[in-house]
């Protein structure tokens, strides 16, 4: 392996932040280089050029406007070059074939961390895709393997944004924007178009991604909880402006069209001296999610667990929601806890990052993942139906634990690589073949 990456300190990259969800910032690593009172002054300070990064259309209603104006060193056009189109063994965009998809309830242990050098990018393996990301609708679910920083590898997708889902080893992530840390048990959100370097902090790392073909994540409306609790706004960070002024040998990886692309560089592109606007990376800490839940009986819809969600055109129907599943008190009486025996019209991809999952105790391990595709049944095993259907009723906290989901109402097809792997639990859907038959017709 390659001896680690020691980046030059970003100018100003001491790890602060700002908070908030979609609040329209601004932050400067030199005094006055963000202009006042305009966005496109005749001469920027520091001989900087003003650049607008859009990430929806200019006509937007301004609820769902959104944009950046970045001050920058050299423009965006001088930070591509002549692309040459790279093979991507392991990484996927939708629309793929639907072929490789059984149709039954499927589980995968955790995928080993190889010893060869990969960075994030490099070790990037997509398991499902929905939808047809040309026509901006869909997603798709990766897993991340990654041994080295990405150094002087610099990455940016036009296909989606990314919502990455640390497991194991924290990461470093470089923007244009800033630097963000997220450690498992946090999530970063880097928007679609945005330029970033990942690097390692201390160790190889393992994650998920949900690569977001469709409208940007935002919080989710509460309806009658009110103000306050699920994913608050203001636990939401957004890093301040740091920037890279550096000349040396780099390279630039731009994923547009399902493809990757690489073009060879003199310089950082990550040299946005000043900006401000509200099209931005974020880091969220998953344990400041704040849950409600029954507190006398029944059990209520996991959507109250939903932390983000990005809409599609039917109202109130995700393109994607981002569900967490953290600890929290059970309590309600003469009820079944776990969730329970459902079908449904949302395509669940779970995966666990730290902790056990109370419907599946036994073998959905933490690295693990599984795919619940529209309308296939799916619900506790027989161990944890057994359990639950016994269990004396006090409180209990489900602690130690975070699992999660990326779900989608359209079909999620699975790779032929993720099809095949040894990792796929072949017997997963015996976990139900213990259920017992218990009906008697003359016991009420």
Not at 355 to 381: I, Q, T, W
Request: aromatic share 12%; glycine share 8%; proline share 11%.
């Amino acid at each position: 392996m390659n001896a680690p990456f020691r980046p030059t300190p970003p100018v100003n990259s001491a790890l602060a932040y700002q908070t908030g969800f979609g609040n329209s910032f601004e932050s400067e690593a030199l005094p006055g280089a963000l202009p006042q009172g305009r966005n496109s002054p005749q001469r920027c300070a520091y001989g900087l050029y003003a650049e607008q990064l859009s990430g929806s259309p200019f006509t937007a209603p301004r609820l769902s406007n959104e944009r950046s104006w970045l001050y920058r060193i050299q423009p965006t056009v001088r930070h591509i070059g002549r692309f040459r189109r790279l093979e991507s063994r392991h990484w996927h965009t939708a629309p793929i074939p639907a072929a490789h998809t059984p149709i039954e309830p499927l589980r995968w242990s955790p995928l080993p961390i190889p010893a060869a050098p990969l960075t994030l990018i490099e070790g990037m393996h997509t398991i499902t895709a929905a939808g047809d990301a040309s026509a901006r609708a869909g997603m798709a679910a990766h897993i991340y393997l990654a041994t080295e920083s990405m150094g002087d590898a610099y990455f940016g997708n036009a296909d989606g944004e990314m919502l990455f889902v640390p497991e194991q080893g924290a990461l470093r992530f470089r923007t244009e924007f800033g630097v963000i840390e997220a450690a498992p048990g946090e999530i970063v959100v880097i928007p679609r178009g945005v330029t970033f370097a990942a690097d390692l902090v201390a160790g190889p790392a393992r994650g998920y991604v949900c690569e977001n073909y469709g409208a940007r994540f935002t919080l989710p409306e509460r309806g009658p909880i009110g103000a306050n609790c699920l994913a608050n706004p203001r636990d939401f960070r957004t890093p301040v402006a740091a920037y890279e002024d550096r000349k040396a040998p780099c390279t630039l990886t731009l994923k547009w069209g399902g493809a990757l692309h690489l073009a060879e560089l003199d310089h950082s592109p990550l040299d946005v001296v000043a900006w401000h606007g509200n099209y931005a990376p974020y880091v969220y800490d998953l344990r400041r999610f704040s849950p409600v839940g029954p507190i006398l009986f029944d059990h209520a819809d996991p959507s109250i667990f939903t932390t983000l969600t990005a809409p599609s055109a039917e109202p109130g129907t995700a393109n994607v929601d981002f569900v967490i599943f953290p600890e929290r008190w059970m309590v309600a009486e003469n009820t079944f806890r776990p969730p329970w025996y459902h079908r449904n019209i949302m395509s669940e991809f779970m995966g666990l990052i730290y902790g056990r999952y109370d419907a599946k105790p036994e073998g959905f391990v933490p690295g693990g993942f599984s795919l619940h595709n529209a309308m296939l049944p799916h619900g506790p095993d027989a161990d944890a139906f057994q359990a639950a259907s016994e269990a004396e009723l006090a409180p209990v906290k489900l602690a130690g634990t975070m699992a999660f989901m990326f779900e989608t109402f359209l079909p999620q097809n699975v790779t032929a690589w993720a099809a095949d792997l040894p990792e796929r639990q072949r017997n997963y859907v015996d976990c139900w073949s213990a259920l017992p038959r218990s009906f008697d017709p003359t016991r009420p």
